[in-house]
Structures are given as C-alpha cells and as structure tokens.
DNA sequence: CTTTATTTTCAGAATTATCTGAAAATTGGA
DNA sequence: TCCAATTTTCAGATAATTCTGAAAATAAAG
C-alpha cells in the first residue's frame, strides 16, 4: 500500500469494517482513499495507492457509483475520469442511508405486508403473523421518523440530534402549557404509537 | 426447510437481509426461527425446521448467544437447552444496537482519535485530519444521540419517534418563549453542534 | 476511418467463509 | 463413581466470494 501511514491506517480500518457490514473489503479501500484524498482520483491512482488490480478497481468504483457514492471529475486535459467524494460529509450519510432503506428496508417492508394479509393456516402461522406484525410496526415508526427527519436542513437536524433526549423535557413542558382539559393534548401522539 | 409457508417466507428473506448485513445467512435464519416460534426451541428442533447439521445450528446458536440476543430457557424435565427471542422487539433493538456500536462503532471512534492525535507529517497526512475530524464528530453527534435517547422507557421513545421533525417546531416554539435578550437561548445548542 | 488511451468484462485462479461428520467434552442423573 | 444424553469442537470438504490478467469494448484525437 503507497500511503502516508496516517491515511494507510484509516483505509485498513475502514476496509475492514466494510466488510462487517456486507460490503467488500477492496470497496470500502477504495472509498477510504477517496475519501482522504484532497484531489479527485483516477483509477490508476487507486491502483499505485492501494496496490490491487487495475480490473479490482474498475469494479470497486462501478459498485460504489451504484451507490452514488461518487462524484466523477474531469480534469482540464486529460481524457480519463477522476472521482471524489461529497464534501459534505452529512449528504454522504443521507446517501449511505437512503440506499441502504432502498436496498434491504423497502423490500423486508414488502414481504412484511404480503405476509401478513395472507389468511394464517396454522396456530404457528397465527402467532408468526403477530411478530411480524411488531416488527413491520417497528420499522415503519423508524423510517418514518427518518423520512421526516430526512427533510431538515443539516443545521436543524444537528440541532436535534445535539438535544437527543432533552427533547422530551420540551415536550413534556409543551403538552402542560397547552393540554386541553382532560389531556386531549398528548392524545394523539399516544395513538400514532399504539398501532 | 420444515417450516409452513409463511414462516419459510420470512425465515428465507430474514437470512437474506442478514447476509447483508455482514451476518451469516444461516445465523440470520436460526434467529427468524426463534423469532416466529411461539414455544422456545431445542437445537434438534431448528436443526429440523432448517434442515442443516446439528454442528451448524450448535455454531449459530452460539454466536447469536455472543450477541446476546437469545433468552435460555429451561423445560421441566428435559436436559436440553431450549432458546427464545425476547418478547419486547423494542428491547431487541436495543441489543442490537448496543452490540454493533461496542464492535464497529467504538473501535472506529478510537482509531480516528490516535489518527487526530499525530502531528501530520505531510499536506496529505493534514488534509486527511481534516476530514477524520468531520467523520469523528459526526459519529460522536450521533453516538450522543443515541446514549441519550436509548435511556428512554420504551413508551417515550416511541412518542419522540413519532414526532419525527415536528420536535424542531417545538424547539423553535421554546425558543421565542425563553429566548433571552440576544438570542443567548440558543448558543448552547449551536456550540455543540459546529464543533 | 484509424489510431491510441482508457475502461469494462469475464473466465478461471486464489482466497475466504461456511458447513459437515466424527470425535471429544460436558452435563445431569443413577 | 459411571453412564447416557447432549453439546461443542475442529479438520477437512464444500461453497461462495473476490481478484486477476487478457481480451473486448469504448471513446477521444488525429
């Protein structure tokens, strides 16, 4: 590997957690060394960096740009393509995150759904059909929670997450200043939640 | 497999999403088993239901153990070891969560504070710092985040949840309530946030 | 159109992960 | 203690994946 030891030590390490969850290990190196990288690359920079092959890296890329992972650069004069990474590292983890819904929460979302209108044959299908049930109400609560979330402005979203739990205390103070008689005030949220 | 359909359906599609996610398909079956069964069961009980070696259920099961996500259970009279999920799948997130974030998150969280510690040795080495930085303080944002919400009853979090981005309406509602003179109500939530 | 730089594809090699059966270890009861 | 039921371990077999080099495809420049 032809790094500087402070970046070879980060791409080691990110590659190796890449591979923890379900993505190549070469992929995630690749992208590490983009992601440090002050200038977009092109493939045969991958190459001497990392020290794999040039196809290696030609596949790597193609699957981190189906992620839309990338931003391809082209540099004045010269015929191959360069790629970088967003600067914003917060449009980097919507996209990591909207892909990931894409790819394994709207399918299970789906195969939850049809499964759980099919009419039960059995006691087991029965009570199997219940825990799917808790478990497609889990996953709607937390994608919604995303979707909504999803729309702030990044300032407003680190906003929110800096108060994580304080939150509650607002809104707990929310629901006493303004409850309507007989606590129709917190009424319904408490509805959203059951299910 | 010796399953009815439906249980078959989502163990298939469970085993599935768990080899993305850096699971075993196998492992990641043996839990949607457990998961859809009403009774606790044996590992000759899996081993029929998946039609894999007794060996292969004994490994899975262990691992799963070592994640912690299975309850031991015990039957009158039977020497055997019999296993369940826990019924609360809010407290099997949880789980979950705080096992990933143990493995992946906390280790990544300790390279990247030695990496920011060195003394760049060269513009490469800077410009990567820069950038460990942003990653290191986006993972503390949201590590914080969830430390905090995690202390939550479940009944609360699910009302947060629920919220989504309404909880910034709120903010901004106590903020024009409580807003001292120049805005100083809000600089301790900025200050966290710009790092 | 031809040439040349560059990228992509893909069959097979190399590597890694998973699975199994047999043997060893463990456990509870007699 | 011994025995029998049960679980765990692990070396080797099997299967899946990742990687490579060579060839094909693509695309810009002449």
Redo the contacts with the bound molecule.
């Keep these: 590997m032809n790094l500087p030891p402070l970046c070879e030590a980060f791409v080691l390490h990110f590659g190796e957690m890449g591979?923890r969850w379900g993505?190549?290990?070469?992929?995630g190196q690749i992208y590490a060394v983009l992601f440090v990288a002050e200038q977009p690359l092109?493939?045969?920079d991958i190459v001497e960096r990392l020290?794999?092959?040039?196809?290696?890296?030609?596949?790597?890329?193609?699957e981190l740009q189906n992620w839309n992972l990338l931003k391809p650069r082209h540099v004045q004069?010269?015929?191959?393509?360069?790629f970088g990474t967003p600067d914003d590292i917060y449009s980097i983890v919507r996209t990591l995150v909207d892909e990931r819904k894409k790819r394994e929460i709207d399918p299970t979302l789906t195969i939850l759904r049809e499964l759980l209108m099919q009419s039960p044959g059995s006691d087991a299908e029965r009570y199997a059909q219940v825990r799917l049930k808790e478990m497609h109400e889990l996953i709607e609560l937390m994608t919604g929670w995303y979707a909504d979330v999803q729309k702030l402005e990044t300032e407003r979203l680190i906003q929110l997450l800096s108060m994580g739990s304080k939150v509650v205390k607002v809104l707990e103070m929310k629901d006493r200043l303004f409850a309507l008689p007989g606590g129709k005030g917190r009424r319904a949220i408490s509805s959203q939640a059951g299910g």
């Design positions: 591979s993505i190549n290990r070469t992929v092109c493939a045969d020290g794999i092959s040039r196809s290696n890296v030609s596949m790597g890329l193609k004069g010269d015929r191959r393509e360069f």
